[in-house]
Nanobody, 123 residues
Framework: QVQLAEAGGGLVQAGGSLRLSCRAP????????MGWFRQAPGKEREFVAS?????????YYTDSVKGRFSISRDNDKNILYLQMISLKPEDTAVYYCAAGPLNSRNQDVYTYWGQGTQVTVSS
């Protein structure tokens, strides 16, 4: 079973940047599609971005983060990234990485999940 661990969350002012990372200690997720999801207080978990299993391949983004967030992966280092710039207060949420067999916006496709990392954007 693949266990995922997110890092890089924190408190940032609006307009600031953060880079989240996701690792699978002791495992490889090179053959999995990977995604980032987020859950804000009182809201359901939602799709943020996803990437196919090979580096530099097909990516999907939710409309609200297009042009501000960038998902990437380094399969040699076994790390998934989410670069976030021009952060807004509405980006405040717990961010989760996930691994699954398909590159999809649908969270039900993803088999493995991390515990999440908190991102807080102050106005």
């Amino acid at each position: 079973q693949v266990q995922l661990a997110e890092a890089g969350g924190g408190l940032v002012q609006a307009g600031g940047s953060l880079r989240l990372s996701c690792r699978a200690p002791g495992r490889t997720f090179n053959n999995y599609a990977m995604g980032w999801f987020r859950q804000a207080p009182g809201k359901e978990r939602e799709f943020v971005a996803s990437i196919c299993w090979w580096s530099g391949s097909i990516t999907y983004y939710t409309d609200s983060v297009k042009g501000r967030f960038s998902i990437s992966r380094d399969n040699d280092k076994n790390i998934l990234y989410l670069q976030m710039i021009s952060l807004k207060p509405e980006d405040t949420a717990v961010y989760y990485c996930a691994a699954g067999p398909l590159n999809s916006r649908n969270q039900d496709v993803y088999t493995y999940w991390g515990q999440g990392t908190q991102v807080t954007v102050s106005s």
